[in-house]
């Protein structure tokens, strides 16, 4: 099997064509005609991936984050992205991202974490058939402290930044990763509460009836890992395919 039959099979799912100017989704180290020995799948490609890549006999790395993301000036051993790089090269390992591409599609990355919470009737949020994230609803309408102990206990959150309570919830809104700049749109979807990464102090700032929760950018994607080993598990049952051990300690934000 070679690199590009198991991009083709990533970007059915998520296709490069979709995602925002800015991203660079796709390959970014290694050749779309090499062989596959295994495939090792994790939410970043840092350099203790590459080296678990290796140990485990894989050659091609599926991230959600881009390893080549914005301007890279130079790669030298002393920064992450450069050591990672280099030793992707130099055991031969290609890397592959579905970044803004899996955010956008459905069963992505905001649809995941619909699914996590028990939300029905999930819709796109910015978009039609693609776009970025989505809108849901409870089973019935929850007081703000029950949805607030609700999103900590199916994030597995030691905290939450939030903004004040602000009434029931039935409909709520979310984005994986950093969604600020979607606020607008979950309130005029009719959301009276909105999840997502990233958000600075004067979004908390919120009118009454609705109200911001911060989950942490890697709570609220990591579960995107698990939906791509399930898409390549069911094309490739017979093939060496493995999701980071490390993957639930590779935050790299510490909350003491």
């Known amino acids: 099997m070679l690199v590009k039959e198991v991009a083709g099979v ?10 925002e100017s ?3 989704s796709g390959l970014s180290v290694g050749s779309p005609e090499a062989e596959v020995s295994g495939i090792m799948l994790g939410l970043d490609c840092t350099p203790q991936l590459v080296d678990e890549a290796v140990a485990a006999g894989c050659n091609l790395i599926v991230t959600h984050h881009p390893l080549i993301f914005g301007r890279l000036s130079k790669i030298c051993p002393e920064d992450p992205v450069g050591l990672a790089i ?14 803004t591409t899996a955010d956008k599609v459905q069963g992505g990355v905001s649809w995941a974490m619909a699914q996590r919470l028990g939300l029905q009737n999930i819709r796109i949020l910015d978009g039609d058939e693609t776009g970025l994230g989505v809108v849901g609803d409870f089973p019935q309408a929850l007081e703000w402290e ?16 939030c903004s004040r309570p602000s009434g029931p919830v039935r409909t709520v809104a979310m984005c994986g990763g ?6 607008d749109a979950a ?23 609705f109200s911001i929760m911060d ?26 395919i493995h999701i980071s051990e490390n993957l639930n300690n590779s935050n790299p934000v510490f909350y003491l």
């Open 187 to 209: 309130r005029e979807a009719g959301a009276q509460l909105y999840l997502c990464g990233d958000i600075s102090y004067h979004h908390f700032f919120t009118p009454e009836g």
């Open 22 to 24: 800015w991203d660079n």
């Open 86 to 99: 280099i030793k992707a090269i130099r055991a031969g390992v290609a890397v592959y991202s579905a970044h």
């Open 215 to 240: 989950i942490g950018h890697f709570e609220s994607e990591v579960d995107i890992v698990g939906v791509l080993f399930a898409l390549l598990r069911k094309k490739f049952p017979n093939f060496v």
């Open 178 to 183: 950093s969604g600020s700049s979607l606020i």
């Open 146 to 161: 029950q949805a607030a102990a609700l999103v900590k206990k199916a994030f597995n959150l030691k905290t939450l930044r």
């Open 10 to 19: 990533l970007e059915e799912f998520a296709p490069l064509q979709i995602q």
